[in-house]
């Protein structure tokens, strides 16, 4: 009788969140850490894509669209993605992760050797949700019975808004001042990015290829942790990697009628791939997972609403293969030898 008055007798037992503990601020700072890593990911992208537009006197047009409107839009993105990283839940959030995982690794094999690179950079634009899932994947492995837990996260929340702050700062400084500073050689900033720009994509590579390597190992521990035993794990791991494989060829498929495809084409995949992973969780999941389901869907319209711009860049098909024209001293050319015959005296 008086269990009915309790609040958390009633309130939903959240796979990643338990009301009235602490373990509810701790999905929250992990929820917050995940989404300012992706958006140190794509002020690094709007930079490189800035830089890009400003080289090229034909992407003016562009390159005013890349410029910061508000403040406030991006504050915005950012608690939503962070409230929807909280909620999603660790379940979801990991088969989230090695989704995008497993595709990411079919696309990169299959590209051949001619490729310019605009697949990878529509691979970076599109990874940001995965990112965020993997990132409190592996907060929440890493994290599990620690003795200063809470205390870990802040320190860890401090870093990555830190890093978030400082790549915001240096894409306003780049919208604003990159081409005074680079033709008048005037900032030591935008003249490295004049000249090693076009190297930033490769290390932003790096840099998720580990992120997403810790986030597949601790999903895949996060949810063994569920089963009991092996034939319990086999029955989840059998269909869903059944699953992902006919995702995988549909998205190869897709990939070939459409190289470069728009937003509307990216909506209608994320669709997809929803919609597959909440029919297979119909199977073997539980009715929480669905709603997770259903708010990573949120999660991953949030984040390509927020890089509409880039993906439009991305259909150009020389952009990723452009780099900046750093200014040398003129050399003196050699002259030919009928040159030297007509400058002879005769």
């Not at 390597?213 to 086999?234: H, K, P, Y």
Request: aromatic fraction near 6%; glycine fraction near 10%.
């Amino acid at each position: 009788m008086f269990s009915l008055l309790s609040p958390t007798s009633w309130l939903p037992g959240l796979s990643s969140l338990e009301w009235g503990t602490g373990l509810l601020l701790d999905s929250l700072l992990q929820g917050l850490i995940g989404a300012c890593g992706v958006s140190v990911l794509n002020n690094l992208l709007k930079v490189y894509f800035f830089v890009g537009c400003a080289n090229n006197p034909e992407r003016q047009l562009e390159k005013e669209r890349l410029r910061p409107r508000r403040t406030s839009l991006d504050t915005v993105h950012l608690t939503g993605l962070a409230l929807i990283l909280t909620v999603v839940g660790n379940r979801v959030a990991s088969l989230v992760a090695l989704e995008f995982s497993l595709r990411a690794v079919s696309t990169l094999l299959s590209l051949g050797k001619g490729s310019r690179g605009t697949e990878r950079l529509q691979l970076y634009l599109l990874c940001q949700y995965s990112l965020g899932c993997g990132l409190t994947c592996g907060l929440s492995f890493l994290q599990e019975g620690a003795a200063h837990r809470t205390l870990n996260l802040l320190l860890g929340l401090g870093l990555a808004a830190l890093l978030s702050a400082v790549t915001q700062r240096l894409r306003r400084h780049v919208c604003s001042l990159y081409e005074l500073h680079s033709s008048q050689h005037y900032c030591g900033v935008c003249l490295g990015l004049l000249a090693g720009a076009h190297g930033l994509p490769r290390l932003l590579g790096r840099i998720l290829a580990v992120a997403f390597g810790v986030g597949d190992l601790a999903a895949v521990a996060l949810i063994n942790q569920d089963f009991l035993t092996t034939s319990e794990a086999v029955r989840f791991w059998t269909p869903l990697t059944i699953c992902y494989t006919l995702l995988v060829i549909y998205m190869q498929e897709e990939q070939r009628q459409h190289p470069h495809p728009g937003l509307q084409n990216q909506v209608q995949t994320v669709l997809v791939r929803m919609g597959g992973l909440f029919v297979l969780l119909l199977t073997v999941g539980r009715w929480l997972d669905l709603l997770g389901v259903l708010i990573s869907l949120l999660g991953e319209i949030w984040c390509l609403v927020g890089v509409r711009t880039l993906l439009d860049l991305c259909q150009i098909q020389d952009f990723a293969s452009q780099r900046p024209l750093v200014s040398a001293p003129s050399q003196p050319r050699p002259s030919t030898p009928a040159q030297t015959q007509g400058m002879a005296p005769s």
